[in-house]
């Protein structure tokens, strides 16, 4: 081989490498980028719960449509891309500000948002109980949230029926009964009791819970849901309005002395039974409860909080958190802490710590529920929500969680008051946005 060959052939060895080397670099580069984001994604993701509210019951975060029967005249497909799109609006606008997970309210009443095998259809779809809205609501918003990293929670209100008991709301239930779902109103009649006004199961009765747990067992099956959700509404009685459950008690009290107590047994059985149902379909799943911010005030017992309202989880809705903690059967809980810092009796300060100490020893996780409704509005009794467009105490809030290691969150009621056009709202993302420090890299705006 000549020295010439030689050379050559040394060029172009160094050539192969420089060939090599580059794709090597490139690929490095490829890995270490993939790498930043998986990293500032589970950062984002470790900051903890920042959840809203979608209630439906009346439409009043959607569908918005509900509100207009004119509405329901048009045609099935414009329809049907106007609720979609306002859902991927809302999805849109809450990812910017900084939401990371969603509570979508799935069964407001005796109806739901998706396609069940035990439910009609809710109303609020297409102004009919029953009609086929022609899309999955639920499924298209899992889809469309798991897009766009949100994460999302099914919210069922359990015992609810319908919000009235008026002869109009008697004949639209009663319209349900030779449809292949009809309404539990007029499949199991005798299930049926009144409180508050409203058409509500017994939760006293056996069948109730077993129909429950089959509701919860269908959407977590079949839907790709991270979370099943339940707010306060357990028993919800007024003055005006009781439950008349003398002869389930007598017929279920069995070992129980009063009422109260075998009530709030009915609770946590149910609860209990959820929460076994869940994770034995889907360990991953959470299953969480959003319920009144009082437990119990400190005049009705001594581990309650310092506070003096009328109303509590444990005495006004038989539904004893504070068991159901102690117990591990649920994997989070909300409690709505609805009042100002300054709310001499029901302080939110005062709340938010009786809160995190309750749950330090519990693997339960704690959120917290914010009142953004009341953000910007006057009131004598908290004219802290007034100031700075309901900002100053927000942010008050806020800090004083982030100084709580227990609290893994908060969760804001409700979207509406969030996205709306009106300058408190708007003033209200521009600080949150400011304080999540929202990375804007993710921006979704395809229409349906």
Known sequence: MTVKDKYDLSLESRSKNHYRNFWLYILYILILSLFLCT???????????????IATIFGLDWPHSSSSTSFFRTSIDRRIKQQKNSLIKKLNSLRKIGINTIFFQVKPDGTSLY??????????????????????????I???????????????NPYRVSTKTDSKT??????????????????????????????????????????????????????????IHFD??????????????????????????????????????LVREVYKKVHAIKPNVKFGVSPMGIWRNVG??????????????????????????????????????????????????????????????????????????????????????????????IKKQLDFNDNISEIDGVVLFRES?????????????????KRWKVNKRNNFNSPV
């Open 170 to 227: 008697i004949s639209s239930l009663k319209d349900t009964a030779f449809s292949c779902l009809p309404s539990v109103y007029v499949k199991h009649n005798n299930w049926i009791k009144i409180s508050h006004n409203q058409f509500v199961l017994d939760p006293g009765l056996p069948e109730v819970r077993k129909w429950i747990i089959k509701i919860v067992e269908e959407i977590v099956k079949f839907y790709d849901v991270d979370g």
């Open 115 to 140: 396609r069940s095998r035990i439910l009609p259809w809710s109303n609020v779809l297409t102004g009919k109980i029953g009609k086929d809205p022609g899309y999955d609501p639920l499924k298209f």
């Open 300 to 393: 009705n017992d001594p581990s309650g909080s310092n506070t003096d309202s009328k109303n509590s989880s444990y005495d006004s809705c038989y539904a004893d958190i504070k068991l159901w903690i102690k117990s591990g059967i649920l994997d989070y809980v909300i409690p709505q802490i609805y009042w100002s810092s300054s709310y001499k009796i029901a302080k939110y300060n005062v709340l938010v710590k009786w809160w995190a100490d309750l749950i330090k020893s519990s693997r339960t996780k704690l959120c917290i529920g914010l009142a953004l409704y009341k953000a910007g509005t006057y009131s004598l009794k908290e004219p802290d929500w007034f100031e700075n467009y309901g900002i100053t105490e």
């Open 142 to 156: 899992i889809k469309e949230a798991h897009k766009r990293n949100l994460k999302i929670h099914a919210w069922l």
């Open 417 to 433: 008051f969030l996205t709306s056009s009106s300058k408190i709202s708007k003033k209200i993302v521009e600080y949150l946005q």
């Open 39 to 53: 990293l500032f994604e589970k950062q984002a993701d470790s900051s903890g719960i920042r959840g809203i509210w």
């Open 232 to 269: 306060d509404y357990f028993y919800y009685e007024d003055s005006f309005s009781k439950l008349e459950d003398d002869d389930t008690y007598y017929k279920y009290s069995n070992r129980f002395s009063n009422k109260e107590n075998w009530r709030r047994n009915n609770t946590f059985l």
